[in-house]
């Protein structure tokens, strides 16, 4: 793939989507220059949004680890010392947030597609992202607050990882056909 074609995906989550953000999300994203080259609403079933996290097979590992440590660099006790266990219970999180109303999904194709959606998008947790970016302008939810309530953390957007990542999630959310060129 020629780096002007690298693609990246990006989805507006419930928050977003409920507060009447979609239009003024994806303009942040038009203004760098990417091309939307795949757009469409979907309401999102609990299999699917397993399928989106579980594309990438080291997933639960990694996410269970990132959590614990979260929680001991916090002062506080994780929920388990079993990384996949912990994972589970985010992943459990992540599709009652998910599927509450339809997400906005997108992908985006442009030179460094991928790392230009990330930095327009902000750090995971809002609390914590720079002025400027998408979550740190319009949201202000923090881990903390949403541990205490017993809920994913509402950040907005979900932006991939990597290219590699990207090209896996893009096969989760569209075929071939729904995808211009």
């Known amino acids: ?32 220059g990417l091309k939307l080259v795949g757009l469409k609403m979907v309401r999102a079933s609990d299999e699917l949004i397993e399928k989106h996290y579980l594309a990438d097979p080291d997933w639960l590992k990694k996410s269970g680890t990132k959590t614990i440590e979260s929680y001991r660099h916090k002062g506080r006790t994780p929920p388990s ?13 992540l599709k009652r947030y998910l599927t509450q109303s339809p997400l906005v999904v997108m992908v985006w194709q442009g030179i460094n597609a991928v790392g230009v959606v990330k930095k327009i998008t902000g750090s995971t947790e809002p609390l914590t992202s720079d002025v400027g970016t998408v979550r740190g302008d319009l949201t202000i939810d923090s881990y903390e607050v949403a541990d205490v309530e017993s809920r994913a953390v509402e950040n907005l957007l979900h932006a991939s990882g990597s290219p590699e990542e990207a090209e896996k999630e893009i096969s989760v959310w569209f075929s071939q056909e729904e995808l211009i060129e």
Request: hydrophobic content about 35%; charged content about 30%.
């Open 81 to 93: 010392e079993d990384p996949i266990q912990v994972a589970q219970i985010v992943l459990g999180s």
């Open 1 to 32: 793939m020629k780096n002007n074609e690298e693609r990246s995906v990006l989805f507006i989550k419930p928050d977003g989507f409920r507060r009447g953000l979609v239009g003024e999300i994806t303009s942040r994203y038009e203004r760098t």
